[in-house]
Protein backbone atom coordinates (compact mmCIF):
# COMPACT_ATOMS: atom_id res chain seq x y z
CA UNK A 1 0.00 0.00 0.00
CA UNK A 2 1.55 3.27 -0.93
CA UNK A 3 0.83 6.91 0.64
CA UNK A 4 0.21 10.03 -1.20
CA UNK A 5 0.81 13.23 0.08
CA UNK A 6 -0.26 16.95 -1.80
CA UNK A 7 1.85 19.75 -1.84
CA UNK A 8 2.88 23.09 -3.78
CA UNK A 9 -1.11 24.62 -4.75
CA UNK A 10 -1.75 28.13 -4.39
CA UNK A 11 -3.11 31.34 -6.35
CA UNK A 12 -1.58 32.31 -9.00
CA UNK A 13 -2.74 34.67 -11.87
CA UNK A 14 -3.81 33.58 -15.21
CA UNK A 15 -1.09 32.65 -17.58
CA UNK A 16 1.13 31.92 -15.26
CA UNK A 17 3.04 28.94 -13.67
CA UNK A 18 2.47 26.19 -10.71
CA UNK A 19 4.14 22.78 -9.83
CA UNK A 20 2.20 20.82 -7.61
CA UNK A 21 4.36 17.70 -5.90
CA UNK A 22 3.12 14.68 -4.43
CA UNK A 23 5.51 12.47 -2.18
CA UNK A 24 5.31 8.84 -1.54
CA UNK A 25 5.64 6.72 1.20
CA UNK A 26 5.30 3.22 2.01
CA UNK A 27 5.38 0.55 -0.73
CA UNK A 28 6.67 2.32 -3.31
CA UNK A 29 7.82 -0.63 -5.73
CA UNK A 30 4.85 -1.90 -6.65
CA UNK A 31 4.97 -1.32 -10.19
CA UNK A 32 1.92 1.71 -9.58
CA UNK A 33 0.75 4.32 -12.58
CA UNK A 34 1.07 7.46 -11.01
CA UNK A 35 -1.77 10.48 -11.77
CA UNK A 36 -3.12 13.51 -11.25
CA UNK A 37 -6.53 14.00 -11.09
CA UNK A 38 -8.71 17.57 -10.49
CA UNK A 39 -11.96 18.21 -9.31
CA UNK A 40 -14.13 21.72 -9.74
CA UNK A 41 -17.15 21.97 -6.88
CA UNK A 42 -20.01 20.99 -8.54
CA UNK A 43 -18.54 18.25 -11.14
CA UNK A 44 -17.60 15.12 -11.21
CA UNK A 45 -13.34 14.47 -11.00
CA UNK A 46 -11.74 14.45 -14.27
CA UNK A 47 -7.93 12.52 -15.22
CA UNK A 48 -5.68 15.69 -15.95
CA UNK A 49 -2.21 13.03 -16.41
CA UNK A 50 -1.17 9.86 -15.79
CA UNK A 51 2.67 8.27 -16.24
CA UNK A 52 3.28 4.49 -16.91
CA UNK A 53 4.74 2.33 -14.46
CA UNK A 54 8.21 2.46 -15.95
CA UNK A 55 8.27 6.49 -16.23
CA UNK A 56 8.46 6.87 -20.01
CA UNK A 57 4.55 6.99 -20.88
CA UNK A 58 2.26 9.58 -19.83
CA UNK A 59 -1.40 9.44 -20.95
CA UNK A 60 -3.05 12.88 -21.00
CA UNK A 61 -6.83 13.17 -19.53
CA UNK A 62 -9.14 14.09 -22.45
CA UNK A 63 -9.72 17.58 -21.52
CA UNK A 64 -6.39 18.32 -21.39
CA UNK A 65 -4.33 19.81 -24.12
CA UNK A 66 -0.45 20.24 -23.72
CA UNK A 67 -0.59 22.64 -20.75
CA UNK A 68 0.51 19.92 -18.17
CA UNK A 69 3.40 17.97 -18.28
CA UNK A 70 4.20 15.27 -15.77
CA UNK A 71 7.51 13.81 -14.44
CA UNK A 72 8.41 11.52 -11.50
CA UNK A 73 11.84 11.50 -9.39
CA UNK A 74 12.14 8.08 -7.71
CA UNK A 75 15.17 9.20 -5.95
CA UNK A 76 12.62 11.14 -3.89
CA UNK A 77 9.82 9.29 -4.62
CA UNK A 78 7.57 12.20 -5.56
CA UNK A 79 5.74 12.66 -8.78
CA UNK A 80 5.01 16.69 -10.13
CA UNK A 81 2.41 18.35 -12.05
CA UNK A 82 3.90 21.13 -14.00
CA UNK A 83 1.12 23.55 -15.01
CA UNK A 84 1.98 26.34 -17.78
CA UNK A 85 -0.31 28.93 -19.11
CA UNK A 86 -2.87 28.60 -16.68
CA UNK A 87 -6.33 29.49 -17.00
CA UNK A 88 -9.54 30.43 -14.27
CA UNK A 89 -11.41 27.34 -15.31
CA UNK A 90 -7.94 25.17 -14.25
CA UNK A 91 -9.20 26.57 -10.35
CA UNK A 92 -9.73 22.69 -8.98
CA UNK A 93 -8.64 21.02 -6.19
CA UNK A 94 -6.00 18.48 -7.21
CA UNK A 95 -5.48 14.90 -6.50
CA UNK A 96 -2.64 12.49 -7.00
CA UNK A 97 -3.30 8.97 -7.24
CA UNK A 98 -1.54 5.28 -7.39
CA UNK A 99 -3.07 2.74 -9.52
CA UNK A 100 -1.78 -0.96 -10.71
CA UNK A 101 -4.54 -0.49 -13.26
CA UNK A 102 -3.18 0.09 -16.56
CA UNK A 103 -2.61 3.94 -17.24
CA UNK A 104 -5.36 4.81 -19.80
CA UNK A 105 -7.98 3.41 -17.58
CA UNK A 106 -6.63 4.92 -15.06
CA UNK A 107 -6.78 8.49 -16.28
CA UNK A 108 -9.93 8.17 -18.41
CA UNK A 109 -12.16 6.36 -15.23
CA UNK A 110 -10.16 7.14 -11.93
CA UNK A 111 -9.50 3.66 -11.16
CA UNK A 112 -6.83 4.31 -8.28
CA UNK A 113 -5.61 1.94 -5.21
CA UNK A 114 -4.09 5.31 -2.99
CA UNK A 115 -5.88 8.91 -3.39
CA UNK A 116 -3.99 11.64 -1.40
CA UNK A 117 -5.85 14.10 0.02
CA UNK A 118 -5.83 17.05 -2.75
CA UNK A 119 -3.99 20.61 -3.23
CA UNK A 120 -6.31 23.78 -4.09
CA UNK A 121 -4.99 25.08 -6.92
CA UNK A 122 -6.76 28.98 -7.62
CA UNK A 123 -6.06 30.81 -10.80
CA UNK A 124 -7.80 34.33 -11.65
Known amino acids: HVQLVESGGGSVQAGGSLRVSCALSGDTTSGYCLGWFRRVPGREREGVLV????????YYGRSIKGRFTISQDNAKNTVYLQMDSLKPEDTAIYYC??????????????????WGQGTQVTVS
Open 51 to 58: IGPTGTDT
Open 97 to 114: AASRASPQRVVDIGIADS
